[in-house]
């Protein structure tokens, strides 16, 4: 591949590297206005002159404008670099007033709603900007639509890192979102009303209508499961996917269908050209108006699936691909998916961090370069046989160039992928027209319930099917740990064999190997590191978390409140446990501990090490005290440091966030004074300690 023919590549790189330099590092390094618009006078001047003579300057300047324009350009994205912001706010925050301006999205025990600040009471009423992402109690939410105005008791909070080792950094995931801060408000506000400005009338009503779909469908699909993937293939709706459905697919490599993108869009993109080939409106004298017939069609489906943002992205990337196709049938798809990435960026620079957009992207361009490759491998004259290695080789394609980047989310491959895919895409096709198909039909007597129950029974077979990969043995490899530099070195690996197999250069098989030998070193220093013992408390609010590990086995001692519910492990415990590549689940833990009850308390003995666990208050006397290396408090076990005198003596005493805060504070003071060496989860985070090998 020649990358001088794709100067959009070339473009949307030096932009992108301009967004993630400042997003790294706009604390040290700033960029003012003056600098481009300095650069682009000289680029004009030297352009004017002699183009041809100052060609390899002009190439470097325009680079570098496109570069600061990056930087700039997410600069002024970011709301926390407004004045007004509320992180510029020094005062207490007593009230403010917002708006709803996503619509509300249900949670397990609470609802979820995204507010843009107008204005705060601190010490007085002023304007303020910046927005918060808050949850409000089912009960108290249930009515809360997009456009409500809000009047909200106390302060936001600035979001937090993460509090666990290898925990999903909430935190950045907002600010990708221009989200700085977050509150659970509870009952504690007041509906002032309800107002839209004109501009967003249109999501407003793109909402309605993809609530009005959904409820249609709800009606119309009886099984639960299969009501739940039709609702997320059609609309994007995944309030009624069941997690072990959900579970299913993941594990069958099949979640892409479950989100409204890339591959719905393109179907729908699909068969609108299939249509107009059949009718014979694909010529060239037509082009234009087949473009502009399918934008608005293409259009049309984002608006009944609510605008969301993966939709959008995708609309937008097959709308240009369909401006390219009538301006030019030669046109590279390269430049025009580069193109459109770069309006996509140029709209918003935070989409680059988006897994979506980068997942979506990379799985279009290996489809396009990488499919037509190794579908020419073979040439198989059975029309079947044919398919097959059609699907495959889309499947294939796909999954090289998206795999690296999975697995360093996701932490797991989908070992059968191939076999899946062979149903699961053509399914998905099926799914998605037989899902409008019953919004469109389904309020037709006679017909529009034959239509339903004939949906209902395909998706109830795809999930079967589904359902049996999953079981499959070895249908997943879990817990597989990337760093994001490892994730680099892979797709060097990649990008060094495809250009071998194009140029037939030994030189690029040197650099794979030598990529290979990068990752492989940087696979044996991690696991090196966890070639230890550790004995650690997890911060989890309200809880107890105690982990033990030995090389890569653990073992969990927690109240059944955290171990015998799974989001939270999955939150939490199972991120650092992928860094040690031990067990995910609790009921797979393999070390064995010393431990002994006395009284509803643990008494163990790990690496030398005695640890009491106080889980209730005392209600045992001992003949003479107790010696221990940890002491831990927990469940509120202990009032006062003088309950222990005669009872422990102690090198290490740790309070957990089983207990209430107040008390917490109260004894880590007391203890202070009493020159304890003592460790407090709430105000000191996560606790660890290391045995090294």
């Keep these: 591949m020649n990358f001088n023919a794709f100067p959009f590549i070339r473009f949307s790189a030096t932009f992108i590297l301009g967004v993630v330099v400042y997003h790294y590092s706009h604390e040290w390094i700033d960029i003012k206005i003056w600098l481009p618009l300095t650069l682009f006078i000289i680029y004009v001047f030297l352009a004017l002159r002699n183009s041809l003579r100052f060609q390899y300057v002009l190439s470097v300047l325009a680079l570098a404008i496109l570069f600061c324009s990056g930087f700039l350009r997410l600069k002024e994205h970011r709301v926390d670099n407004s004045p007004d912001h509320l992180l510029h706010i020094n005062q207490e925050i007593e009230t403010y007033r917002a708006v709803v301006y996503e619509e509300p999205a249900m949670k397990a025990n609470s609802i979820n709603v995204r507010l843009e600040v107008t204005d705060v009471l601190a010490e007085k009423w002023q304007a303020a900007s910046g927005y918060v992402n808050a949850y409000v109690s089912k009960e108290a939410g249930a009515n809360l639509q997009y456009g409500d105005i809000l009047l909200v008791k106390g302060s936001p909070n600035p979001t937090e890192g993460p509090a666990n080792p290898g925990e999903f950094n909430f935190k950045n995931y907002l600010v990708y979102n221009n989200i700085f801060h977050q509150q659970f408000i509870g009952e504690d506000f007041q509906l002032l009303g309800h107002d839209l400005p004109w501009w967003k009338w249109p999501i407003a009503a793109s909402i309605r209508i993809r609530n009005r779909c959904a409820e249609l469908l709800k009606a119309r699909i009886s099984d639960p499961d299969a009501r739940g993937v039709l609702l997320a293939i059609t609309l994007g709706v995944k309030d009624e996917l069941d997690t072990e459905l959900q579970t299913s697919f993941s594990a069958a490599g099949a979640m892409h269908v479950l989100a409204v993108s890339g591959l719905h869009v393109g179907i729908i993109y699909g068969i609108i050209l299939l249509i107009f080939k059949r009718i014979k409106l694909n010529t060239w004298k037509r082009r234009w108006w087949m473009a502009i017939i399918s934008i608005v069609l293409l259009w049309c489906y984002a608006f ?57 992207y990379l799985a279009v361009f290996g489809i396009v370069y990488l499919q037509p490759k190794f ?271 005669g009872k422990f003596e102690f090198k290490q005493l740790i309070i957990d966030k089983s207990n209430r805060k107040f008390l917490v504070d109260k004894l880590t003071n007391q203890a202070e004074t009493l020159n304890l060496k003592v460790y407090s989860v709430y105000r000191d985070g996560y606790y660890s300690k290391i045995w090294k090998k």
């Design 375 to 645: 579908y020419a491998l073979f040439d198989i004259h059975n029309i079947w046989l044919d398919k097959v290695w059609a699907i495959s080789c889309v499947s294939l394609a796909a999954q090289i160039a998206t795999a690296p980047l999975s697995i360093l989310y996701f932490h797991q491959f989908p070992s059968y992928f191939l076999l899946s895919n062979l149903f699961v895409i053509p399914a998905a096709f099926a799914m998605l027209i037989l899902g409008l198909a019953v919004l469109a039909l389904g309020g037709i007597p006679y017909l529009g319930e034959t239509v339903s129950w004939l949906t209902e029974a395909f998706v109830r077979m795809v999930n079967a099917l589904v359902h049996w990969v999953r079981w499959l043995p070895g249908s997943t490899l879990d817990g597989i740990h990337l760093t994001t530099g490892e994730t680099w070195l892979i797709y060097a690996v990649i990008i060094m064999l495809i250009i071998l197999m194009a140029e037939r250069q030994f030189k690029y098989l040197i650099w794979s190997v030598v990529f290979c030998a990068l990752f492989v070193s940087s696979q044996v220093n991690h696991w090196s590191w966890y070639r230890s013992a550790e004995f650690s408390m997890l911060n989890v609010s309200g809880e107890s978390v105690l982990d033990f590990r030995v090389g890569n086995k653990s073992k969990l001692v927690a109240d059944t409140s955290f171990s015998l519910n799974l989001d939270r492990i999955q939150f939490h415990l199972e991120p650092k446990r992928q860094l040690a590549g031990s067990s995910i689940l609790p009921s797979e833990d393999q070390l064995e501990l010393v431990t002994e009850y006395l009284n509803g308390h643990q008494l163990i003995v790990f690496q030398g090490q005695r640890i009491f666990k106080l889980n209730q208050k005392i209600k045992v006397e001992f003949e003479r005290p107790v010696e221990v290396d940890y002491l831990i408090l927990s469940n509120e076990s202990v009032y006062d440091l003088e309950d222990l005198e």
């Design 304 to 360: 009944i699936t609510g605008l969301s943002p993966s939709v959008l992205r995708a609309v937008t990337m097959f709308s240009f691909v369909a401006i390219a196709k009538a301006k030019n049938t030669n046109s590279s798809i390269y430049n025009t998916l580069a193109t459109s990435a770069f309006v996509l960026l140029c709209w918003n620079p935070y989409l680059i961090m988006s897994v979506g957009f980068q997942l979506s």
